[in-house]
């Protein structure tokens, strides 16, 4: 990182809501406002001996000493201040409701319900959510699959540049990056491209909160130049779940119409804890980032070297490797894949829960994915490598001949997903005869969690064939109505 100045370092050592809610636990006030537990009193008693009762305190609601998330004037408005003054942007909105509020957000705060969006297949659920409340048409990129890494790419510049040649009146470019495996895509050409075009660039950066406090890592969306970015505070960085922050930092998009929308689609009871995490984790990833993050990196890259030379039924890709496709890595997240054990990755995930204590954030048929965070140890990654080489030994599954693939998404539009979604004139069909409908549901195959079908769009032979070959592997559908997906819901006009 850049040299900071004395002043800058004085500012960002304070966490004024923090501060302003210790000092109101301290106070041991009386308390007549929500909620109901009154500073923990009737908390049950199993829990509060184990967490103890002084953090119960924080649990208040909004009065003027502690401020409101939905008009901040004191506290919570010199909090965001720090916040966005720590990242380098004009603005930084708290959000409570995790980055799937803040992705949603972006939808309704840049475009204009009948707008089109350039949009990776590959996005999270929230996404389709957003694209339905906003009422745009979504132009969908068909993801990039490697199959030597059984891994699926986002976006990336050609793709981008070609979909806005062909369809030159979209207003705005939707990206994720980080990927979940931690890919970073070509953000600086692709925002320069949108801009010189005249388009708003939206970015899913959940996972990237991290990016811009050590040098080892990518680039980050903010110093891209994304107008809009969501990062989730609570993934990587110290702040409790739920906690994440969406950046502004754009001439293209209304400052205010963003900040209304943030208020509509968040709650009026917001939790003061995580709103004081936030304020917390911001200070620490100032101040300490550089040597937290160097020690996580160095943890995170001894282990994928020692998956790589010691367990040899399984494989972590290296940055190299990813950089050679043109895109760059995230080594603080390790990717292992596990297809040379017989195994599925879900069956190792739980190997690893029941006989190894260890706890992974995600598993496909391919691969396990280990997060790691601004809490994470070397001794975290020694017990994971140390268990993966154990489980490659004693267990053993029969060569499977999987191949990751999904069909082609690039399907007709045919209505916007926002007057599907809310229409009664929808029946179900039969999956074997739902060709030439227009779907009026999502159906996202796990893996590799990519909807392959979505309200508005036509359904084509190559994805009724491949949701019934998936349904045939007991492969879990997150849409799906019933037990075994035998029909799809479709649009009737």
Excluded at 4 to 24: G, M, Y
Excluded at 61 to 75: G, I, N, Q
Excluded at 470 to 481: C, L, Y
């Amino acid at each position: 990182m850049k040299k900071i100045s004395r002043l800058l370092l004085a500012k960002q050592s304070k966490v004024p809501l923090f501060a302003t809610l210790l000092e109101h636990a301290k106070r041991d006030v009386i308390s007549f406002h929500c909620p109901g537990h009154k500073n923990g009193r009737s908390i049950d008693k199993e829990l509060k001996d184990y967490t103890g009762k002084e953090v119960y305190k924080f649990d208040v609601t909004v009065f003027d000493e502690v401020d409101s998330l939905h008009d901040p004037v004191s506290s919570i408005k010199k909090a965001q201040e720090l916040m966005a003054q720590a990242y380098g942007v004009e603005h930084s909105f708290f959000l409570v409701n995790g980055s799937s509020v803040g992705n949603m957000a972006m939808f309704l705060a840049a475009c204009d319900s009948g707008d089109s969006v350039i949009v990776s297949r590959s996005s999270h659920k929230s996404i389709v959510a957003g694209i339905i409340m906003s009422g745009v048409w979504p132009i969908w990129i068909q993801p990039k699959i490697d199959q030597n890494l059984d891994l699926i790419f986002n976006s990336t510049y050609d793709q981008i540049k070609d979909a806005l040649d062909k369809y030159p009146e979209v207003k705005a470019v939707f990206v994720t990056s980080p990927t979940y495996n931690g890919v970073v895509t070509e953000l600086s050409k692709i925002v320069d491209l949108c801009h010189r075009r005249g388009k708003i660039v939206l970015v899913d950066e959940a996972h990237g909160v991290h990016l811009l406090f050590n040098d080892q890592l990518p680039e980050s969306a903010i110093t891209a130049g994304a107008d809009l970015c969501v990062q989730s505070t609570h993934k990587i960085l110290s702040a409790m779940s739920q906690g994440s922050v969406l950046h502004f930092n754009s001439k293209l998009v209304d400052f205010n119409r963003v900040k209304k929308i943030i208020s509509m689609l968040q709650t009026t009871s917001p939790s003061y804890l995580t709103l004081a995490t936030l304020d917390l984790a911001r200070r620490q990833v100032f101040l300490h980032g550089e040597e937290n993050f160097d020690r996580v990196i160095k943890a995170a890259e001894w282990g994928r070297m020692y998956i790589n030379s010691n367990v040899h039924s399984m494989k972590c890709f290296t940055r190299k490797e990813i950089q050679e496709l043109g895109f760059d890595l995230d080594v603080t997240k390790l990717t292992v894949n596990v297809t040379k054990t017989g195994l599925s990755g879900y069956e190792i995930e739980s190997i690893l829960a029941k006989e190894y204590n260890i706890q992974l954030d995600y598993a496909d048929l391919f691969n396990l994915v280990a997060i790691m965070g601004e809490g994470s140890e070397k001794s975290d990654v020694e017990a994971f490598v140390n268990a993966l080489k154990n489980i490659s030994k004693k267990y053993h599954g029969k060569q499977k001949n999987w191949i990751l693939k999904i069909p082609s998404l690039a399907t007709e539009m045919v209505i916007r997903p926002r007057e599907v979604f809310l229409s009664n004139n929808t029946k179900k069909v039969s999956l074997k005869k739902a060709v030439g409908h227009i779907a009026a549901q999502t159906l996202t195959p796990y893996p590799p969690g990519i909807p392959v079908v979505i309200p508005g769009e036509r359904i084509t032979k190559e994805i009724c064939d491949y949701l019934i070959d998936m349904s045939s592997k007991d492969i879990r559908i997150s849409g799906q109505e019933t037990e075994m997906l035998r029909t799809v819901k479709v649009f009737t006009n």
